[in-house]
């Protein structure tokens, strides 16, 4: 319980910097959150868990551009585009074989991240890292607190 307290209390905290960095840099504010989200979800923690959780996001982004920019090469065609669709998609599991891309939903974040901002490289991507980043600050903020924490109780 005092884990999950100093955690949230970091989160919360840092979530309003990150608010306020987001408006003054120009950044999408929702995107961070899904990179902040992205790091939560992942299994492990420290440098790893950061590692895996932008290299996948990263990969997501690609993998959008190349379905937006696939499908738009059969424009006239449709079922063509809900194909490349489908090919990336499986693509985007299969490389989960990968350690550093062994995880599926930062790789989905990453890619429906760029959709949800109709391919705005700009602000997508500073977003999404800078997000990953302030996610691995609120939980090892967190962790580390409850762990100061426990030691003075003791």
């Given at each position: ?19 306020f960095v987001a408006n003054q840099f120009d950044l999408l ?11 939560f979800a992942y299994p492990k923690e420290g440098l790893k ?106």
């Open positions: 319980m005092r884990t999950l307290y100093f955690t949230a209390l970091t989160t919360g905290i840092l979530s309003a910097i990150w608010a504010s929702w995107a961070g959150f899904l990179g902040c989200t992205a790091y868990g950061l590692a895996v959780t932008i290299a996948t996001i990263m990969s997501g982004v690609i993998w959008a551009l190349v379905i937006i920019y696939g499908s738009q090469l059969f424009d006239d065609i449709s079922i063509f585009g809900y194909a490349v669709t489908g090919v990336i998609a499986f693509i985007m599991c299969v490389q989960a074989k990968s350690t550093l891309l062994a995880y599926i939903p930062g790789t989905f974040i990453g890619a429906c991240t760029i959709f949800a901002a109709q391919g705005d490289l700009t602000q997508t991507i500073p977003s999404l890292i800078v997000g990953v980043l302030f996610g691995y600050a609120m939980k090892m903020s967190g962790l580390w607190a409850a762990n100061k924490s426990q030691r003075k109780a003791v």
